[in-house]
């Protein structure tokens, strides 16, 4: 149940990404209409929602893509820090964290856009809590960025804690617009599950104190 470096193997996190891209590869197979259908069956409708409909779609939106460069940089966000906040919460804290977490940044998404019919779809919420939990759990661990070519190193809370602000930053600048783009663009459950990520890392960190004392 461990790997070479002696930390345990993220069978979770691991079967969290198949999901996700066996659920993306059904998708190539289908046709416009098709897809069309899917996306509007499994992704999250806020209008919807706030009816009492289709509930079933917080949960089944976050394994849902819409095209190659949202899945592929979705998984790897996931793939890099999931496996670490595996190890830190445990394989089943893990997975209950993960789409608790999932299902509440769509809850914050419907919140902000209550009159969209829009469907909202994609794991961004989820790995967002993810990203939270790490900033908390392991702050000064040092982050590989590839911009411009070069490969640099950055904390994690400096990394992340950018990223948490333009999300914030661009969630705000979208109140008050009625367009009927608003509602695709999921950033207020990137907040939110930054926000719950952060939550449960403290919780974690915490816990772990008391248990270590």
């Not at 289908?30 to 069309?36: F, G």
């Not at 592929?72 to 999931?82: C, D, E, P, V, Y």
């Not at 830190?88 to 902000?112: K, M, Q, R």
């Not at 982050?143 to 999300?167: D, N, Y």
């Amino acid at each position: 149940d461990q790997n070479r470096r002696g930390a345990p193997v993220a069978y979770v996190n691991m079967g969290l990404v198949a999901a996700n891209v066996l659920v993306f590869l059904y998708m190539l197979t289908l046709s416009q209409a098709e897809l069309e259908r899917f996306v509007f069956t499994f992704g999250t409708i806020p209008a919807q929602i706030l009816q009492g409909q289709d509930l079933y779609t917080l949960f089944t939106s976050t394994f849902v893509h819409g095209g190659w460069l949202h899945i592929a940089s979705n998984m790897i966000f996931l793939w890099i820090f999931g496996d670490n906040i595996e190890a830190a919460l445990g394989h089943l804290p893990y997975l209950l964290f993960y789409l608790a977490t999932g299902i509440l940044a769509s809850l914050v998404h419907v919140l902000f856009n209550p009159t969209s019919v829009i469907p909202s779809i994609g794991a961004s919420g989820a790995i967002a809590g993810i990203l939270g939990a790490y900033v908390v759990l392991f702050p000064t661990r040092e982050v590989r960025v590839f911009i411009l070519g070069l490969v640099t190193e950055a904390s994690a809370v400096i990394f992340l804690g950018v990223w948490a602000f333009l999300q914030l930053f661009t969630g705000l600048a979208s109140l008050g617009v009625r367009t009927a783009q608003t509602g695709g663009v999921a950033v207020w459950a990137h907040v939110g599950g930054f926000v719950v990520g952060l939550v449960a890392g403290i919780v974690a960190r915490e816990a772990g104190r008391q248990y270590r004392a």
